[in-house]
Nanobody, 127 residues
Framework: QVRLVESGGGSVRSGGSLRLSCVGS????????MGWVRQAPGKKREGVAV???????SYADSVKVRFTISQDSARNTVILQMNDLKPEDTAMYYC?????????????????????WGRGTQVTVSL
């Protein structure tokens, strides 16, 4: 059973920073892709950032330059460093992972068709 657990969400003012972490576990867990997807109330789910096992990344245009995704060498922990946060970044952020090689990072960002999901961590940015 694969499990993804997020941490690091919270409330900050506009311009502030937060660091989200996600740890994957399970007897056979070895991710090919790990990423972050967000959803705000009343809005469509949006892929934020994805990283593959070679360190390749894809980002949503709205977060490029401000957010950075990284992964540890064991490929079971993914970090999302979020800088210069804006009120429009307010959402529930979900960690997601996939162990197949069905998608590139850009496809995963667009389709969000991950095999495994965390329960989410809330990020709230105020003016």
């Amino acid at each position: 059973q694969v499990r993804l657990v997020e941490s690091g969400g919270g409330s900050v003012r506009s311009g502030g920073s937060l660091r989200l972490s996600c740890v994957g576990s399970g007897s056979t867990f070895a991710s090919y892709l790990m990423g972050w997807v967000r959803q705000a109330p009343g809005k469509k789910r949006e892929g934020v950032a994805v990283i593959d096992d070679a360190g390749g990344t894809s980002y949503a245009d709205s977060v490029k330059v401000r957010f950075t995704i990284s992964q540890d060498s064991a490929r079971n922990t993914v970090i999302l460093q979020m800088n210069d946060l804006k009120p429009e970044d307010t959402a529930m952020y979900y960690c997601a992972a996939d162990t197949s090689r069905r998608m590139t990072t850009s496809q995963a960002l667009a389709w969000q068709d991950f095999g495994f999901w965390g329960r989410g961590t809330q990020v709230t940015v105020s003016l």
